[in-house]
């Protein structure tokens, strides 16, 4: 670990975020996997796993930029409090019920809502912690905490949800209240202008026009925004079905899937941040996010074609030298594809983040992370609802082979476009 990170974690504040950071992101990760298990396990239909999600996404439409617009008249840290502490009781409520697939979606629904209070007030607050040389290094510790949290929580959502079944939201209630002791222990410094729209009369409307202002003249912020989106849709593209490709690809059943997928995809994101926080210090960010969308492409486009691959002579010749637990099969390729994918999401996440907190300031930042979540709900509307019944009628594999061209077209153009600018 290099001086950056060790710098940024000697930050008391920040270091306090932090581990805010890591309780809420394991428990609301592992609460959406385990409340698609549930569905999943309710229903039987790739279908009722869109609703969940949906669930996570239609909230981010409606209240993204109104959130992200409150957050910044107000406090962040009181913001991340109240936040923690309601998605508790909220959770609290649902261990008390979850048989029942609707009031599952109404839950899954409300959770979502005060989540989008607690996004613009998360990341934008950095900044106001860190000083911007440490930025890159700062957001390379909260990409390590983010995708270490999901490392953790969906490596264990299948095993915990096993466990305690009927009391496991007892538990991730729990996870939350630690979150917002945390979040309270945090001390921001005063920051100048920081409240600057509480003393001025300004409509709603008009701090729209000034976003999409600040957006149209700031070209790295708008590309960001758009890369950010693209991640995150794919992400949740992946979640609607990842339980049928564990199913009709992998020939695993549907908790073994949070293991063999998403935890090396999670390990690969993890080190990914690690290395970009230790040697990509001073690269350019738009170039690293651009090669990230090629590779999350090359990625996804692989992960249906484990089987031929690990049918190769030259992976047949390896294993003739292997012992038979470590002969390679379609399911270690999907290992090393999941980790891959996981090294190239970060190489998007760290430095898109860092570029959205360079280019903006503090009266604004609560609003820009509150478009990117309405931006990521509208995005993935669509494709959620076609991706599930896509997947049901003519298998996953296809709709992973479509959706990972697609990501590499796009990676490329970003890329000729980047090298001609």
Do not use: C
């Not at 809502?113 to 613009?120: A, E, G, K, L, S």
């Amino acid at each position: 670990m290099n001086n950056h990170l060790l710098r940024v974690l000697r930050l008391r504040p920040f270091f306090f975020l932090w581990m805010a950071e890591i309780f809420s992101q394991i428990a609301i990760n592992m609460m959406n996997f385990i409340l698609i298990i549930v569905a999943f396990e309710l229903t039987g239909s790739n279908m009722a796993v869109s609703g969940i999600v949906l669930s996570f996404t239609i909230p981010a439409i409606l209240f993204g930029i109104y959130a992200g617009s409150y957050v910044d008249k107000r406090a962040k840290k009181t913001i991340l409090i109240w936040t923690n502490l309601i998605r508790a009781f909220l959770l609290f409520i649902l261990a008390l019920s979850h048989s029942n697939i609707f009031f599952i979606y109404a839950l899954a629904v409300l959770i979502t809502i005060v989540t989008q209070f607690f996004i613009p007030a998360e990341t934008p607050i950095i900044p106001l912690l860190v000083n911007k040389k440490l930025l890159l290094s700062a957001n390379a510790l909260f990409g390590i905490g983010v995708y270490g949290s999901v490392l953790v929580a969906y490596a264990l959502s299948g095993p915990v949800y096993f466990f305690f079944k009927n009391y496991v939201f007892f538990l991730l209630a729990a996870l939350f209240f630690i979150a917002a002791v945390f979040s309270f222990l945090i001390r921001v410094p005063f920051v100048k202008k920081q409240n600057i729209l509480n003393n001025v009369e300004v409509s709603f409307r008009d701090e729209i026009k000034g976003l999409f202002y600040l957006l149209a003249r700031t070209k790295a912020l708008y590309h960001s925004l758009f890369l950010l989106t693209m991640s995150q849709v794919i992400i949740l593209i992946l979640a609607t079905i990842g339980p049928g490709y564990g199913r009709q690809i992998l020939g695993i059943s549907v908790d073994e899937f949070p293991l063999f997928f998403v935890t090396p995809a999670a390990l690969g994101m993890f080190i990914g941040a690690m290395v970009i926080g230790i040697f990509f210090h001073n690269r350019r960010r738009e170039m690293m996010a651009t090669i990230g969308v090629v590779l999350s492409g090359i990625g996804i486009f692989l992960l249906p074609y484990g089987s031929k691959v690990a049918s190769k002579g030259f992976i047949t010749t390896i294993n003739t030298f292997l012992p038979a637990f470590l002969t390679v099969d379609i399911l270690h390729m999907m290992i090393f594809f999941a980790f891959f994918l996981g090294v190239a999401n970060a190489l998007v996440f760290v430095p898109s983040n860092t570029l959205l907190q360079e280019k903006t300031e503090d009266t604004y930042r609560g609003k820009v992370y509150g478009l990117l979540n309405a931006l990521v709900g509208l995005s993935s509307l669509l494709p959620i609802i076609i991706v599930g019944s896509f997947a049901d009628l003519i298998g996953v594999g296809w709709v992973l082979t479509g959706i990972g061209s697609t990501v590499m077209f796009l990676g490329v153009v970003r890329m000729f476009l980047w090298r001609k600018r």
